[in-house]
């Protein structure tokens, strides 16, 4: 059986809630567990924080023993040279997502300081893109 991690970074806790135009009005929970239904036979579980430092202590956690992680690391991904170099420093591919096309938006979300690291990356398909990521270590 996988082992695939989802990681969500900073304020992705409030899906559903904040800015429902570009992020949707379902929140993460109802989807994770919709996933978990859909992918019985891949042991997928879920991390969220709006601390850079968390999501890089779990990256180092995880990254020598799954299979795969999905990561929208929210706007981390534009700031956040620590936590690409986290995921130049584990073996665990991951795949980097975003749930709306960050190139249709502000000119400072077009740049990732994550996906050179990455195995891939996938935006702009909301809350699919996650399924997508998953698929893609399937």
């Known amino acids: ?9 900073p304020n992705l806790n409030l899906l559903g809630v904040r800015e429902k135009s570009v992020y949707g009005d379902r929140d993460f929970q109802s989807y994770f567990e ?3 239904t859909e992918y019985e ?3 997928l579980s879920y ?8 999501i890089i202590d779990m990256l180092h956690e995880v990254g020598f023993s799954y299979d795969g992680i999905v990561l929208n690391a929210g706007a981390y991904t534009h700031t956040s040279v620590a936590i690409g170099d986290a995921i130049a420093a584990i073996e665990t591919p991951v795949v980097e997502v975003h749930i709306s096309n960050v190139h249709k938006r502000e000119t400072f979300r077009h740049h ?7 195995v891939g990356v996938i935006c702009g398909f909301g809350l699919g893109s996650y399924r997508l990521g998953l698929q893609s270590f399937l």
Do not use: R, T
């Open 47 to 54: 991390f969220q924080s709006n601390h850079e430092g968390a």
């Open 1 to 9: 059986m996988k082992k695939i991690l989802i990681i969500n970074g």
């Open 41 to 43: 036979d891949v042991d």
């Open 34 to 36: 919709e996933l978990k």
């Open 112 to 118: 990732s300081y994550l996906a050179k690291n990455c």
